[in-house]
Nanobody, 123 residues
Framework: VQLQASGGGLVQAGDSLRLSCTAS????????MGWFRQAPGKEREFVAA????????FIADSVKGRITISGDNAKDTVHLQMYGLEPEDTGVYYC?????????????????WGQGTQVTVSS
């Protein structure tokens, strides 16, 4: 599976931004596509995940209410829509994919990773 992330950029606090991740190659009948982010000097953290079928979605408590995740199965693309961005949202955002059930928030369980896209939120 190859993952291509896009949509990052420099925005101001309060702005919105949509990240996209397109998968190519092998896909799975079950599993997750997830988004993680890593701020400078911090560990990578879970942001959101969606099942390959699109019927279940999971959002980290830290961003709940400001972020939504959606899937476009016809294009094998997952979108991460972010609202009300804050400087604390700054970081590199990675999309990832894995097969299997459970552990959608554990980055160690993901087998495939995109290259990351930088999101910078200025105050």
């Amino acid at each position: 599976v190859q993952l291509q992330a896009s949509g990052g950029g420099l925005v101001q606090a309060g702005d919105s931004l949509r990240l996209s991740c397109t998968a190519s190659g092998r896909t799975f009948s079950s599993g997750f596509m997830g988004w993680f982010r890593q701020a400078p000097g911090k560990e990578r953290e879970f942001v959101a995940a969606i099942t390959w079928s699109g019927d279940s979605k999971f959002i980290a408590d830290s961003v709940k209410g400001r972020i939504t995740i959606s899937g476009d199965n016809a294009k094998d693309t997952v979108h991460l829509q972010m609202y009300g961005l804050e400087p604390e949202d700054t970081g590199v955002y990675y999309c990832a994919a894995r097969s299997g059930r459970y552990y959608y928030a554990d980055s160690r369980r993901y087998d495939y990773w995109g290259q990351g896209t930088q999101v910078t939120v200025s105050s």
